[in-house]
C-alpha cells in the first residue's frame, strides 16, 4: 500500500514536471493574439483617460505611449514616454495600475526599476527591456 502511494506521487511528481519542461502550460497562438489585442485597448483607453491627446501642460510637454503584452509574465504594460521638456519615462501594468519603474532626466537624475536604483537612462532602459521585450 505504501509502495503503492509512493509511487503514485512519484509518478505525478514527474509528469506535472514534465509537462513544465515541455510547455504544455503554454498559451496558444491566438490566445496570446486576443491578450495582445485587449492589452493595446487597454492601453489607449488608461493613456486618454490620463494624457488626453499627449500634450499634458502640468506635466511640461507631449507624451506617447507604447504598450506591451508579456506572455511570459501575462501582464499587460504600457510605457510612457516624454519626448519634450525634461525627459521622463514610466512604465507601469495596466491590470494592476502597478508603477514598475520611472525614470527623470531633469537636471539630477531620479531613476528607479522595481526597487532597483539606475543612474542613466541607458541604465534603465536595459532594466525595463525585459518586461516589454519578453
Not at 30 to 36: G, N, P, S, T
Amino acid at each position: 500500500m505504501k509502495r503503492t502511494l509512493f509511487l503514485s506521487i512519484l509518478i505525478v511528481f514527474f509528469t506535472t514536471s514534465l509537462m513544465s519542461i515541455v510547455g504544455c502550460n503554454n498559451q496558444n497562438p491566438k490566445e496570446v493574439y486576443d491578450l495582445q489585442v485587449r492589452c493595446g485597448q487597454q492601453c489607449d483607453e488608461y493613456f486618454k483617460k490620463e494624457y488626453g491627446d499627449g500634450n499634458i501642460k502640468e506635466r511640461n510637454g507631449l507624451w506617447a505611449h507604447e504598450n506591451h503584452y508579456n506572455k511570459k509574465l501575462n501582464k499587460c504594460f504600457i510605457l510612457l514616454d516624454q519626448f519634450t521638456g525634461s525627459k521622463e519615462k514610466m512604465l507601469t501594468e495596466i491590470n494592476e495600475n502597478k508603477i514598475y519603474g520611472y525614470y527623470n532626466g531633469k537636471s539630477t537624475t531620479f531613476c528607479s526599476m522595481l526597487e532597483k536604483k539606475c543612474k542613466s537612462e541607458k541604465e534603465w532602459d536595459s532594466l525595463v527591456k525585459p518586461y516589454i521585450e519578453e
